[in-house]
């Protein structure tokens, strides 16, 4: 059985990192069109720096919970049986890596790596970023940025995900509020090429009825009961 997940930062709300669009959410304190585009990387970028820094910082602070495991349980024994998880996440955190997950498509980038504008080179990256940090590689500074996927920008690896999304047996959608495209459209695409749907998230989605089946619950009791 090949089975597609896609997760949300619902996934990761009871490790402590914020989700972005409920009440008190990341996006009702900051705006994501001065932060999280790169219009406002070129306009303001010692602000955005300051953004991903408290947000990676964040990051290492966390750990992995419940529901990371249970997905990464559900990786082995998927491959046991002959089948197959293609765990796809729009979070640009660590935890399914950490949580024992060993293949995570991160259509969002990650958090923890970092790009240079002028060379182009990527590379894990865990501490602070500022305007003046050199680029490791061609030496200049001014270019170095988070390797995550802003407002605008094409997510990553996207001719594998239509793949495996049209060649699984169930389509399952984990904590998202289905609100970021394309990430948001998965749901319809899997139902109209006829794989099952099933979304389980705190309550019904943006996108709920696109879902044949749905369980409503915190992640850390609701997935573990799935992946059983
Ligand atoms: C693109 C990375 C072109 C950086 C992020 C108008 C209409 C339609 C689309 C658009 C439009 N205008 C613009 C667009 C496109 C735009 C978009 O969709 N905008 C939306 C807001 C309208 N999309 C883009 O720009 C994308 N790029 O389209 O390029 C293209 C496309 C295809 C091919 C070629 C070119 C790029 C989008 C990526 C942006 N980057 N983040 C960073 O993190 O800072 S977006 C951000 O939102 C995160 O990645 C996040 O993961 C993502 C989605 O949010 P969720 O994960 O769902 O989180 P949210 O808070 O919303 O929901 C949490 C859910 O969890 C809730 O439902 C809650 O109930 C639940 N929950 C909470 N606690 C728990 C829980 N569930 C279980 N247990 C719990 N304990």
Redesign the pocket.
């Known amino acids: 059985m090949n089975v597609f997940v896609l997760t ?4 990761s ?2 490790s402590g990192l914020g ?4 009440r008190g ?3 009702s304190r900051f705006d ?1 069109a001065r ?2 585009t790169p219009e406002a990387f070129a306009r303001t970028p010692e602000a955005v720096h300051a953004f ?1 820094n408290l ?1 990676r910082r964040g990051v290492r602070e966390a750990s992995p919970n419940a ?1 990371h495991a249970a997905l990464a349980d559900l990786e082995r024994g998927l491959a046991a049986r002959g089948g197959g998880l293609f765990l796809c996440t ?3 955190d660590d935890l399914h890596e950490r949580g024992g997950a060993r293949a995570v498509t991160h259509m ?2 990650e ?1 923890l790596r970092a790009r240079c504008t002028a060379c182009g080179a990527g590379r894990p990256w865990a501490e602070d970023l500022a305007v003046a940090t050199p680029c490791p590689d061609c030496g200049r500074r001014g270019g170095m940025r988070p390797d ?8 990553l690896h ?1 001719a594998a995900i239509e793949a495996a999304l049209l060649s699984a047996d169930l389509f399952v959608a ?11 459209g998965f749901a319809a695409q899997a139902r109209a090429a006829g794989i099952r749907t099933h979304e ?4 019904p ?1 943006d996108t709920a009825d696109a879902f044949d089946a749905a369980t409503y ?4 009791r ?1 997935v573990p009961d799935f992946a059983a």
């Open positions: 949300g930062a619902g996934i709300a009871e989700t972005f669009r409920d959410g990341m996006w994501p932060l999280a991903y947000r529901a729009q979070n640009v969002h980038g958090l995550v996927v802003w407002f605008g920008e094409r997510p996207l984990i904590g998202t509020s289905g609100a970021v495209y394309p990430a948001a389980i998230n705190l309550a989605s619950g915190p992640a850390t609701a």
